[in-house]
């Protein structure tokens, strides 16, 4: 459980610091540029601290995937991003292949 919310902690970071990376605007502006490489920097490091008890796979497909889909829904409530056909079966696909891992994956018993 605790290697799960250090996972959990490395996504908030990760959507956290690609949030800023827009507000960045091409690391034109200070603040949001620091909290992209701190966002970052945080985000590697606990993702690494999670590999010591789940497999490289697992913890990526989770950590990329459900840092995709909560960085579309941050997308849609800051910049008014819609949702089209494509985006909703894209993210709906992600979703399914990290519940097929977990679910389903030998690899994941471990």
Do not use: C, Q
């Amino acid at each position: 459980m605790k290697f799960a919310l250090i996972l959990f902690f490395a996504i908030l970071s990760e959507v956290i610091a690609t949030t800023a990376l827009k507000l960045s605007d091409g690391f034109t502006r200070l603040v949001p540029s620091i909290i992209v490489v701190l966002g970052y920097g945080a985000s590697f490091y606990l993702l690494s601290i999670s590999l010591k008890v789940f497999p490289i796979g697992l913890a990526y497909a989770i950590w990329s995937g459900v840092g995709v889909v909560l960085t579309v829904i941050a997308g849609m409530i800051i910049w008014r991003e819609s949702l089209d056909w494509a985006r909703v079966i894209g993210i709906l696909l992600i979703i399914l292949g990290i519940l097929i891992i977990n679910l389903f994956s030998k690899v994941a018993a471990h």
